[in-house]
DNA sequence: CCATTCTGTCGGACTTTTCCGACATATCCG
DNA sequence: CGGATATGTCGGAAAAGTCCGACAGAATGG
């Protein structure tokens, strides 16, 4: 009864990290680090159809790692970080231990500066 | 007559941002941030049996998250956070992004409006 | 030695993800 | 209005990931 098609309506509803698991995902925040960009031209530079990149797109949508705004007959997307920081401050706890255990994370990083 | 059998010797193998992905290995490095342990030991408040766990755990070490030594017949696991601070480089990059354009924010928020 | 414990891996079933061609919807321009 | 463009979504097939019970190999200790 309650079973819902839901299995389409959300191809993919993982967290900030499940969404950054993607090669192609973490290509397209990359792409749109540089300003907002249409959909069809986030599809240019990738190496798949523009199906699996919408969808792509939704699934960063869905975590509120993109946003989307209407512009005529295009869609402009655009980035929105405050996710990414979320998933840093998870980082940073683990990163925090390392700290706190040895003293010297530069030792480590070697290149902090 | 090379590694044809290599899809079951690497169930996974994806790179750090996919092993951060799932729940379960976040919840493994997690605990292995108090301390080096036993893989029993970190099989004992998980979820899901030890086989999983298992496996889990070589994701974590084809990585580099996770490193093992033997230690009588036991294996004790411990962090690795290189890779974490790999995957944190690449974070930045993106905050780094944000921070340079942090007057746009305003600007986003109207046209979403 | 031999039984016990610890751990990894295998066979196999199930679920989720990914991808594409095709269709549907919305918007613009003449 | 009617054709063209941009975008999302659907049906479905292929691939990957997840999980478990059962087995195999190593190390311990009596």
Redesign the interface.
């Known amino acids: 009864m309650t079973e819902q098609t839901a299995a389409r309506d959300s191809p993919a509803a993982?967290?900030v990290?499940?969404a950054?698991?993607s090669?192609v995902r973490?290509r397209l925040?990359?792409a749109l680090?540089a300003g907002p960009r249409t959909a069809s031209s986030l599809c240019e530079g990738m190496p798949i159809a523009r199906p699996a990149v919408s969808e792509h797109l939704a699934v960063l949508r869905a975590v509120g790692l993109v946003?989307a705004?209407r512009r005529g007959r295009e869609q402009v997307y655009?980035?929105?970080?405050r996710p990414?920081?979320e998933?840093?401050a998870?980082?940073?706890?683990?990163?925090a231990?390392?700290n706190a255990r040895l003293g010297d994370l530069s030792r480590?990083?070697e290149g902090e500066r």
């Not at 655009?78 to 970080?81: F, N, R």
């Open positions: 993982p967290d990290f499940g950054l698991a090669p973490r925040l990359m680090r946003r705004v655009h980035l929105d970080p990414l920081t998933a840093g998870w980082l940073n706890v683990m990163l231990f390392w480590i990083e």
